[in-house]
């Protein structure tokens, strides 16, 4: 049988901080502490250890406390569930929150997909058998389409900003991707952009500022203040926007 011991809290003081922990009394054989999931902090003696020795046991032990603490907030924060392409499940297009609906079509020939505005459903069409992989890969004709309708009007908006700033180089050519670690690259000796295809998950203005960024490099290739500056005659609230658009994605899937 197990003996669970009384349990007891106290609190004491660390310079301006109040650290409390909960104190359990059984057959111990030395002040045992550990920090526990929800940060709560358990500290178990012998009966016979005054209370004074536990309190100052626990204030040595205080960094460590709250390295442990914030190691378990870093864990709580939460890693976005894999994307697994079935029916019902949600996602956004351009900032918009919509629902993924699977048909079942007889022959590849036929799959593809139609996204519905008024309904706010994606319909994936794809064959019976069609793992996520696969699933993946139809829908990324959908995102494919969506980038040719959605960067090259950004694209020129974008240019004619650089224009006025200076650059007399050709239209770039525009390039997609599905990238992991970038939104957006620019070869100004070419000149092409590439975007990110997960952008078309975000709205546009957060699209616009990774254009105005990679357009600014046909004019700069560095991120000196020179080049910010003329992210800035564009964009004076780019700051914001980068901060806005990378906490948008942070807790979404990988599509
Ligand atoms: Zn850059």
Not at 68 to 80: D, G, N, S, V, W
Not at 95 to 113: D, F, H, M, N, Y
Not at 197 to 209: C, D, F, N, Q, S
Request: charged share 25%; aromatic share 10%; glycine share 4%.
């Amino acid at each position: 049988m197990k003996r669970t011991g009384v349990v007891t809290s106290h609190t004491v003081r660390i310079n301006d901080e109040q650290l409390t922990f909960e104190l359990t009394r059984k057959a111990v054989k030395r002040i045992n502490l550990r920090v526990v999931k929800d940060g709560t902090v358990k500290v178990s003696a012998a009966p016979r250890v005054p209370l004074h020795r536990i309190e100052a046991f626990v204030i040595t032990e205080a960094d460590f406390i709250r390295r442990a603490r914030a190691q378990l907030a870093m864990a709580a924060i939460k890693r976005p569930d894999p994307f697994r392409y079935r029916n019902g499940d949600i996602f956004t297009v351009l900032g918009t929150s919509v629902t993924l609906r699977i048909q079942w079509v007889s022959a590849p020939k036929e799959e593809g997909c139609y996204y519905d505005t008024a309904s706010g459903e994606v319909w994936l069409y794809v064959v019976a058998d069609a793992d996520e992989v696969h699933r993946r890969r139809i829908l990324e004709r959908f995102w494919r389409e969506l980038g040719k309708k959605t960067f090259p009007p950004l694209l020129m908006t974008a240019l004619e900003a650089m224009r006025q700033q200076g650059y007399k180089g050709p239209v770039p050519e525009l390039r997609m991707r599905r990238m992991k670690s970038r939104w957006g690259s620019c070869m100004p000796s070419r000149p092409w952009i590439t975007m990110n295809t997960r952008l078309l998950e975000g709205p546009r203005e957060y699209i616009y500022y990774v254009m105005v960024h990679e357009a600014a490099h046909l004019l700069r290739a560095d991120h000196s203040p020179v080049f910010h500056a003329l992210v800035a005659h564009e964009l004076p609230q780019w700051p914001m926007l980068k901060k806005a658009l990378n906490d948008y994605f942070r807790n979404k899937p990988m599509l």
